[in-house]
């Protein structure tokens, strides 16, 4: 029995020392590698790209902001957390910061004081960039940005994701090694290289695209591991499969994948959600040989092997596609006959912008067959859209703002419930059907 409770006791201490030291002693910094020289200064124009590739933007705009101003709101499962003021305004943003506090920042997820950040801010990602980038990035928002006067909002989770102390017990899970590794299909060659390292640090693809584990850490950081980029969720949206012969790799070709990445559409789909900021604050603005290594290195990664889905024949008549089709779906809504109240739903709502055999129409209204919002696991992005409409974001490339009507006035839930079982069936999809309850949680 004094044997059991001087073992407790001595539990007990060594967790309350365990606790002292999480709480007390100064957390870890990554130092700088010492790879850039001092005096090194960057390209003109290389400190914005970094910062574009890096999508900095778009969480630190607020809607109809200034840029890098901060207090946008970000949704995490443990509440709103609000994105910091990075201008170099002295007295709200981060005009007084040094270069190694910005440091930190990014590669430790650590402010000054020792103040840890919320992982909203992806540093899991951010500390495999590059001392060259990190930089670059750091050149570009203290100088060439301008300064904004706007104290943001304080970020109050309830207990206990207030003690942020408590994030460091998590990085200690969360992180791996800082810098840049190329290992695998990456050291194979320079284009899968950079490839590697646009996806996995600056762009931080697996942010959303990796599903996470059950500390809510990324499960899955590089290649090695099978869960990389196999789908994830951000705000009740699925962030697609990127990888298995499940995912749009399996029917998309290279091209159809960069023009999705650069200019937010192709023959298949159009960005909405997440993926919208990204495509628009970022990805537009790759350069060529830069998308290309990203694509290179995607399929490079990839089980899927592609086999495009015959997709509609540039200039080929409607008509002409549709007499050509022959699948059960188009056959029933050619006919018009016996229609059931999804088809019907569908007819009277959608099928004059995504045609009656789903294939909408290449790079302007996108495919509802083989479309992974459409049959994605969790149907709140579905619903979105369908209640608010969408909007393509507009890019240097292709600057039309392509839209999709909202049908929240048009639709009661029940409608909606039923057309989306309807379009999950639709045309060789096969997907859950949908509940009306489903529905109602999303709209507000
Ligand atoms: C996915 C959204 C997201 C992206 C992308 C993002 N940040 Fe953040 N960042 C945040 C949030 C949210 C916070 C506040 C976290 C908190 O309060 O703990 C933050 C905090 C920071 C801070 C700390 C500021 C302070 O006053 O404490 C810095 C510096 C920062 N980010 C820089 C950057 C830079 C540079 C980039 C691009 C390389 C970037 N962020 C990209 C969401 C993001
Ligand atoms: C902030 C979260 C977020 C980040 C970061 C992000 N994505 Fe996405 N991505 C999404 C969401 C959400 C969708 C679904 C959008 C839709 O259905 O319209 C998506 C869709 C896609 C699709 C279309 C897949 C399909 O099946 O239709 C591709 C390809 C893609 N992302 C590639 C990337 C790449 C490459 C990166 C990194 C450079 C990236 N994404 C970064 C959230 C994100
Ligand atoms: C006036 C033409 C038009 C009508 C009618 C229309 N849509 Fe759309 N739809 C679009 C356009 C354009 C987009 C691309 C918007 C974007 O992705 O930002 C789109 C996007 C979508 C998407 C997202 C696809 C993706 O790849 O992410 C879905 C799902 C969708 N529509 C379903 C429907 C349904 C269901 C209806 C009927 C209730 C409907 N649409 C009616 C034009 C239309």
């Known amino acids: 029995m004094k044997t059991l409770i001087r073992i407790i006791f001595a539990l007990v201490v060594l967790g309350l020392v365990a606790l002292a030291a999480i709480i007390f002693v100064p957390p870890f910094l990554t130092k700088p590698d010492g790879t850039v020289a001092a005096d090194w ?12 590739m890096a999508d900095c933007q778009a969480c630190h705009t607020a809607e109809g902001g200034k840029p890098f101003a901060g207090g946008r709101a970000i949704e995490s499962p443990m509440g709103t957390i609000w994105s910091s003021n990075i201008t170099p305004d002295p007295k709200t943003g981060i005009g007084n910061w040094t270069y190694e506090q910005f440091h930190a920042a990014l590669v430790d997820g650590i402010a000054p004081g020792g103040v840890h950040l919320y992982p909203a801010m992806p540093y899991e990602n951010y500390r495999h960039l590059k001392e060259e980038d990190i930089r670059a990035i750091w050149d570009y928002v203290h100088n060439d940005v301008a300064a904004v006067d706007n104290p943001v909002k304080e970020t109050k989770l309830a207990f206990p994701f207030d003690q942020r102390w408590g994030i460091r017990l998590w990085n200690w899970l969360a992180l791996d090694k800082p810098g840049f590794h190329p290992d695998g299909k990456a050291s194979e060659s320079d284009a899968l290289a950079r490839g590697a390292y646009l996806v996995q640090a600056l762009g931080h693809c697996a942010a959303c695209h990796s ?113 050509a089709a022959d699948d059960p779906t188009t056959a029933k809504l050619k006919a018009a006959k016996d229609l059931s109240d999804g088809e019907l739903l569908y007819l009277n709502n959608c099928s004059a912008c995504h045609m009656p055999d789903g294939q909408g129409a290449p790079g302007v209204f996108p495919a509802l067959a083989g479309n992974s919002l459409v049959t994605a696991a969790t149907t709140k992005g579905l619903t979105e859209v369908i209640l608010n409409g969408a909007a393509m974001p507009s890019t240097e490339k292709r600057p039309e703002r392509l839209k999709m009507p909202a049908y929240a006035d048009r639709l009661s839930n029940a409608d909606i419930a039923t057309l989306e079982t309807f379009l999950r069936g639709a045309w060789g999809n096969s997907a859950p059907s949908v509940a009306e309850d489903d529905v109602k949680s999303v709209r507000p």
């Open 211 to 323: 599903p996470r584990d059950q500390f809510m850490a990324e499960d899955g950081k590089s290649v090695d591991d099978p869960a990389f980029l196999t789908g994830g969720e951000i705000d009740g949206w699925i962030a697609p499969d990127l990888r298995t012969a499940k995912s749009a790799l399996q029917t998309w070709s290279d091209q159809d994948l960069k023009d999705y990445l650069t200019t937010g559409r192709n023959a298949h789909s159009a960005v909405t959600g997440e993926m919208q900021l990204v495509v628009g604050d970022s990805l537009q603005y790759m350069k060529d040989e830069d998308a290309d290594a990203m694509v290179a290195y995607l399929r490079a990664i990839s089980d899927a092997k592609p086999s495009p889905r015959p997709q509609p024949v540039a200039n080929q008549r409607t008509t002409d596609r549709l007499d």
């Open 41 to 52: 200064k960057p390209a003109a124009g290389e400190g914005q790209y970094a910062t574009q």
